[in-house]
């Protein structure tokens, strides 16, 4: 069983930056290709990016493409979401979820792909 837990949410300006984090827990938890998912007030839970298990495959949804970087590190444990930028349209809760496909080189960016899902943080930035 993985658990997933994400941190770093908070309140920021328009133009400003947080970094989210994914820690989880469970032995396989590193073996799994990963994604971040946001869900605004009023509309559905999108895929914002996600990345592959080794870390070298990674995808953007257009809207953050430029401004968010997804990244594991090296042991694989923590999954962040590096946030500049920061536009008021990108106010939501964001969730971490991993797939159960072990050892994937690819990434997945439909929420049907994903098992495991974290509770959520709440991203608000002020205009």
């Known amino acids: 069983q993985v658990q997933l837990v994400e941190s770093g949410g908070g309140l920021v300006q328009a133009g400003g930056s947080l970094r989210l984090s994914c820690a989880a827990s469970g032995r396989t938890f590193s073996r799994y290709a990963m994604g971040w998912f946001r869900q605004a007030p009023g509309k559905e839970r999108d895929i914002v990016a996600a990345i592959s298990w080794s870390g070298d495959n990674s995808y953007y949804a257009d809207s953050v493409k430029g401004r968010f970087t997804i990244s594991r590190n090296s042991a694989k444990t923590t999954v962040d979401l590096q946030m500049n930028s920061l536009k008021p349209e990108d106010t939501a809760v964001y969730y971490c979820?991993?797939?159960?496909?072990?050892?994937?080189?690819?990434?997945?960016?439909?929420?049907?792909?994903?098992?495991?899902w974290g509770q959520g943080t709440q991203v608000t930035v002020s205009s």
């Open positions: 979820a991993a797939v159960t496909t072990m050892y994937s080189e690819r990434y997945y960016y439909r929420q049907e792909e994903y098992a495991y």
